[in-house]
């Protein structure tokens, strides 16, 4: 009686074997449930952030114009950028709303500057999101 039988032994390892499979794979399942419940939290987060950053830059960028004050800007929304056309703007304008847009947080597409004469210039100015 005081030995312990050695298929007893088996038996017992074989049980306690086959319950750790059974708790793997629920456990792996639920890591699965949770790598997809995460991706689509990134994903909400990721489009949040972006809407949040193109209303940001609009806002800004439109603050930036009031506190120039360039009154010959017109601005063209489209789906992915903002159209800036000015046809006549002096050198100290032109450089104060430069120095804004190029040390703000926007993505230039296209810039355009012609000089007119020798105080004015023209400028068109594509943005992006």
């Not at 120095?99 to 105080?119: C, E, F, H, M, T």
């Amino acid at each position: 009686m005081n030995r312990v039988n050695p298929l007893h032994l088996i038996a017992l390892l074989f049980v306690v074997t086959l319950f750790a499979l059974f708790k793997l794979s629920a456990l792996k399942s639920e890591i699965a449930e949770e790598k997809a419940a995460l991706k689509e939290a990134q994903k909400i987060a990721y489009n949040l952030e972006h809407f949040k950053q193109k209303n940001r830059s609009r806002k800004t960028l439109e603050i930036a114009l009031k506190r120039i004050k360039i009154k010959s800007m017109e601005l063209a929304y489209s789906k992915n950028a903002v159209i800036l056309t000015a046809k006549s703007l002096s050198l100290q304008q032109l450089n104060d709303f430069m120095s804004k847009v190029i040390n703000g947080d926007y993505i230039i597409k296209s810039l355009d500057i012609k000089r007119l004469d020798r105080q004015h210039a023209a400028l068109r100015l594509e943005l992006g999101w």
